[in-house]
């Protein structure tokens, strides 16, 4: 595995990138997405019937752009996503309505559903047990503490099935920062993280659950990243 960076100097790169060289958050997410998507398709070829978890915030509009690729190539892949319609960040709102006129089933469950007596928590318990491929797109390196209901439900039956896991930018549950595996956190067999490792990938606790780390680049110009060199975690991103 490469150097790992902090979070902090992470987040610079996409300040850097949207505010000085005039990069779209939406072709952020596309690069990554799509990175992401074509890594897949090379590491879990054949018929495979996937199922993509996703947030309602940035790494949720990462799973989406993967679900359209997936599609793309043939994929038989269906979308869970979690938490409130009206909270979802603008670039996942934008890839959400691109998928919602596909043919990609692609469900609500709210995070505070009723488990298991819910039907829509029992239809997502289904189709997480059914899927070959799981991919977690719950949530990013902005969250914090435990998953808690319908997301942790989640976790918790991906984490028992037999089915292949692939972690997108960070597994959900885990602090990227301190490596703080919370209770459930998504065991992955491949890690697949944008721009850099975070350094919560070293600590111990994370190993379970990272599984393999793939490094995969989202477009950025190298000048972008010459800027950040200096950030670590202890100082402020500059304003």
């Excluded at 977690?136 to 099935?161: H, K, W």
């Amino acid at each position: 595995m490469s150097k790992s960076w902090s979070l902090a100097r992470i987040r610079a790169v996409d300040r850097i990138a949207m505010e000085e060289f005039a990069m779209p958050g939406l072709m952020l997410m596309e690069n990554a997405g799509r990175g992401a998507a074509d890594w897949i398709l090379a590491h879990a070829p054949g018929q495979v019937r996937a199922v993509i978890l996703c947030g309602t915030g940035n790494n949720g509009g990462d799973g989406l752009v993967i679900a359209r690729h997936l599609h793309a190539a043939h994929v038989a892949v269906e979308v869970w996503m979690i938490g409130d319609a009206s909270r979802m960040t603008p670039d996942t709102r934008s890839n959400y309505a691109i998928v919602s006129n596909t043919r990609i089933p692609c469900r609500w469950i709210p995070l505070d559903a009723a488990i298991p007596t819910d039907a829509g928590a029992t239809t997502i318990v289904s189709d997480i047990a059914q899927a070959d491929l799981i991919i977690d797109a719950l949530l990013g390196t902005g969250s914090s503490g435990p998953p808690r209901g319908a997301m942790a439900m989640a976790i918790r039956v991906a984490n028992e099935s037999a089915a292949r896991r692939f972690a997108i930018d960070i597994p959900s549950g885990l602090d990227g920062r301190t490596g703080v595996a919370y209770a459930p956190t998504f065991r992955a067999e491949a890690t697949l993280t944008f721009v850099a490792a975070k350094n919560g990938f070293d600590s111990p606790n994370a190993l379970p659950y990272v599984g393999r780390v793939i490094v995969l680049p989202i477009g950025v110009p190298p000048e972008v990243i010459e800027r950040t060199e200096a950030i670590d975690e202890t100082c402020e991103v500059p304003e």
